[in-house]
Nanobody, 121 residues
Framework: QVQLVESGGGLVEPGGSLRLSCAGS????????MGWYRQAPGKQHELVADMPSAGRTVYHEDVKGRFTISRDNAKNTVYLQMNSLRPEDTAVYYCNADIVAVGSSYEYLYWGEGTQVTVSS
């Protein structure tokens, strides 16, 4: 079964940094787009960064210049480097990806279960 698993979340002080990882596993044929989303308490789910296999990467305006998305296709992994973290960045961060699984002829959107990021003194 195809899965996406996030790691790297935790507690960090304002101004600090974290690097999130999301690794795909299972019977994967190919991965196209990969991205990061987040949801803070009382707020709507929102895009953080999105990275297609080719073309332009998209960032939420609030994180542009502070966060960087990257990927290692050989490892089926997407990363989110988060610098200059602010309390308002506190949220559960989810990765997702458009993946073709073994035995399928179409891309399906898979989601990870999330990793908590807390920015506080």
């Amino acid at each position: 079964q195809v899965q996406l698993v996030e790691s790297g979340g935790g507690l960090v002080e304002p101004g600090g940094s974290l690097r999130l990882s999301c690794a795909g596993s299972g019977s994967i044929v190919s991965i196209n787009r990969m991205g990061w989303y987040r949801q803070a308490p009382g707020k709507q789910h929102e895009l953080v960064a999105d990275m297609p296999s080719a073309g332009r990467t998209v960032y939420h305006e609030d994180v542009k210049g502070r966060f960087t998305i990257s990927r290692d296709n050989a490892k089926n992994t997407v990363y989110l480097q988060m610098n200059s973290l602010r309390p308002e960045d506190t949220a559960v961060y989810y990765c997702n990806a458009d993946i073709v699984a073994v035995g399928s002829s179409y891309e399906y959107l898979y989601w990870g279960e999330g990793t908590q990021v807390t920015v506080s003194s």
